[in-house]
């Protein structure tokens, strides 16, 4: 009976912090969708990590709903006629959203990284933005993925 009763009162628990996990509130600990203070942004193009970065734009697992960036980007088109603009750009109704007239490419795919992948921002200035970011600056100079 009090296994029961343990048991019970463990589900009870768990259902508010799953449902918490759940919500896109944004996290104490979640890195910002604008750049922090300071920030160095450092993109060299490179072979290697062109190519780190397509494999992450197709891999589901950087969302928690299914969904890689490549299930709604399926090409350069994709990404609006704003895309093709020099970064940074108005773009992802920034000014009402976020409270500035430009954003850059590494701010925008924090934004889809939030939205759309329901998932938090990555960190910045790790290997995975760096990559992400490097990979999509060569998709739209060469207007292909
Ligand atoms: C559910 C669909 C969806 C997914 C998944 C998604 N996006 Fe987006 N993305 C959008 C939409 C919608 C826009 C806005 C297009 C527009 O402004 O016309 C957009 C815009 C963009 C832009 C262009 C913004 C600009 O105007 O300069 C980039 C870059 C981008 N997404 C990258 C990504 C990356 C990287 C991922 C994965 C981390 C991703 N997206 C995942 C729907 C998606």
């Known amino acids: 009976m009090n296994l029961v009763r343990t048991t019970f009162c463990i589900a009870m ?3 508010p912090l799953s449902i918490h996990a759940q919500s896109n509130a944004p996290r104490m600990d979640e890195p910002s969708v604008l750049r922090p203070a300071g920030y160095k942004a450092r993109y060299p193009a490179s072979k290697p990590a062109i ?3 397509r494999q ?4 589901t697992q950087l969302s928690t709903n299914g969904r890689a960036c490549a299930s709604c980007h399926v090409d350069a088109s994709s990404f609006g006629a704003g ?4 970064y940074p750009h108005a773009a992802m109704n920034s000014k009402a959203r976020f409270g500035v ?3 850059n490419l590494d701010e925008v795919i924090q934004v889809c990284m939030k939205g759309p992948m329901r998932s938090v921002p990555l960190e910045w200035g790790s ?3 760096t990559d992400m970011t490097t990979y999509l600056l060569k998709v739209q100079s ?3 993925m």
Not at 56 to 59: I, P
């Open 56 to 59: 992450l734009f197709n891999d």
């Open 51 to 53: 190519d780190r970065g």
């Open 127 to 129: 290997p995975e933005l």
């Open 13 to 15: 628990l768990a259902i």
């Open 142 to 144: 060469s207007g292909t």
């Open 83 to 86: 895309f093709k603009q020099p």
């Open 101 to 103: 007239d430009t954003m």
